[in-house]
């Protein structure tokens, strides 16, 4: 059963970056597409985006598109998700997720991802 850990959440300023990490245990974390969800207090979950199995398609939201950064590891089994010139807005719970899959066209869709991380807090504030 792969289980995904996701780190390096805290606080920042406004304006400020941070890297998230979701490392990957057990069994085909390499055939797996992989994705970024955040939930706010009092909001619905939001797709940031989805990276593909060899890491060569990326799909990102618009609301992050040109301050985040979706990679892969293969090697170290880990996902990054990079976040320049953060803003209040963005605080939020911040999950990785997975599915059995090249890439998903439908990365937005909660109910289309398998595997849910445990999720790590992010707060932008001065």
């Known amino acids: 059963q792969l289980q995904l850990v996701e780190s390096g959440g805290g606080l920042v300023q406004p304006g400020g970056s941070l890297r998230l990490s979701c490392t990957g245990s057990?069994?085909?974390?390499?055939?797996?597409?992989l994705g970024w969800f955040r939930q706010a207090p009092g909001k619905d979950r939001e797709g940031i985006g989805c990276?593909?199995?060899?890491?060569?398609?990326?799909g990102y939201a618009d609301s992050i598109k040109g301050r985040f950064t979706i990679s892969r590891d293969i090697a170290k089994n880990t996902m990054y998700l990079q976040m320049e010139h953060l803003k209040p807005e963005d605080t939020a719970v911040y999950y990785c997720?997975?599915?059995?899959?090249?890439?998903?066209?439908?990365?937005?869709?909660?109910?289309?991802?398998?595997?849910w991380g445990q999720g790590t807090q992010v707060t932008v504030s001065s």
């Open positions: 997720v997975a599915r059995p899959g090249i890439f998903l066209v439908n990365w937005h869709e909660p109910g289309a991802w398998d595997i």
């Open positions: 057990g069994v085909g974390f390499h055939y797996q597409a």
């Open positions: 990276i593909s199995t060899s890491g060569g398609s990326i």
